[in-house]
């Protein structure tokens, strides 16, 4: 089990674990998901690290099919600008590695927002914690259990 995981357990969170084989010459994490789970890229969600104003680190869910829209995401946490944070600091931080970076689970309660277009699924998928495994649970409970908010951050 995964940290991610367990705190779905512990919180008695409604929702299912996905396992595909993870190709290591792959270029895209989120797009390999997709592709092996044959869902919507539209439904399956990236985690991704961002550094808010050079300090505070910030986790930003998005679509796969989508782009992180950096000044939308700043603006959703209240700073003044959001840049990509160094793989490095992204994995320390959350204690996962790049590819299977879960928004739930990290080894620190960091800022999170998910991609409104969340809201328009009864369920959708996002990292379990490790490449090759993705976790299905419904938006609202993700959003839950990261303390996290919906907004506009995918472009």
Do not use: W
């Amino acid at each position: 089990m995964t940290p991610a995981i367990n705190a779905l357990k512990k919180a008695k969170a409604i929702h299912q674990v996905h396992q595909y084989h993870h190709d290591p010459n792959s270029q895209s994490y989120g797009e390999e998901a997709v592709e092996k789970m044959g869902q919507d890229p539209q439904r399956v969600f990236k985690t991704l690290m961002v550094k808010l104003d050079g300090k505070q680190l910030a986790v930003a869910v998005v679509p796969v099919a989508a782009k992180l829209d950096l000044k939308a995401m700043a603006g959703a946490c209240g700073a003044k600008k959001a840049a990509m944070a160094e793989q490095q600091e992204a994995e320390r931080s959350t204690g996962y590695i790049l590819g299977g970076i879960s928004p739930l689970g990290q080894k620190k309660r960091l800022p999170t927002v998910v991609n409104s277009s969340a809201a328009s699924f009864d369920t959708m998928f996002v990292s379990a914690g490790r490449r090759g495994l993705e976790i299905e649970l419904a938006p609202a409970d993700l959003v839950r259990l990261t303390s996290g908010r919906l907004a506009d951050i995918a472009k």
